[in-house]
């Protein structure tokens, strides 16, 4: 069982643009190209940020059209915010706020002995990585640049850091880059 952040970043390491676009990411290759079809195999629940979630509303038919429902996870998915959102229909959705060492604690019990999926954004993954939870990171590094917006990772990580375990190249779109989450052990 790993605590996993698995996301797409562009060249220059932003998630999304300021206003929460993904649109400079779908140009750029065909998902079933990457790990992600047997990643998401071994997820037993995923930890969502706020944004994200917001994203996945405001784009309930476009995500529909690609996966065939609003909601595209079978995996209890808890969103963390501190406001109030509306469900969606058909979506195992629990809003949390806090520490998530807690909630941590509740989605290793859901995850029923497969991975926790920290989807996004950067800033709950690097919540993650401060509470010594995140046991690994990939991400799919995008030949595109936006110049500012959502970032990777907006922690300094310098040790005892990371350790490359794979890098794979996607098409012309894509280098996914897998990397172990070196605990500090002081």
């Known amino acids: 069982m790993k605590t996993q952040y698995y996301t797409s970043s562009s060249l220059d390491g932003f998630l999304a643009t300021e206003d929460d676009s993904l649109e400079w990411l779908f140009p750029l290759g065909d998902i079933n190209e990457t790990s992600y079809p047997s990643f998401i195999q071994g997820v037993g629940a995923i930890a969502m940020g706020s944004s994200t979630y917001e994203w996945i509303l405001r784009n309930a038919g476009s995500v529909s059209e690609a996966t065939g429902s609003a909601w595209p996870y079978t995996q209890p998915t808890w969103v963390f915010t501190s406001r109030t ?102």
């Open 85 to 186: 959102l509306p469900t969606i229909e058909g979506a195992n959705v629990t809003f949390a706020n806090g520490d998530v060492r807690v909630v941590h604690t509740q989605m290793l019990a859901a995850a029923n002995g497969k991975n926790v999926w920290v989807m996004g954004g950067g800033g709950l993954a690097a919540q993650f990585h401060d509470a010594g939870l995140l046991d690994e990171i990939t991400v799919q590094i995008g030949s595109a640049t936006l110049g500012s917006g959502k970032p990777l990772f907006p922690r300094r990580l310098l040790s005892p850091g990371l350790a490359l375990i794979s890098a794979t190249q996607v098409g012309t779109g894509f280098a996914e880059l897998t990397y172990s989450v070196l605990k500090d052990i002081h």
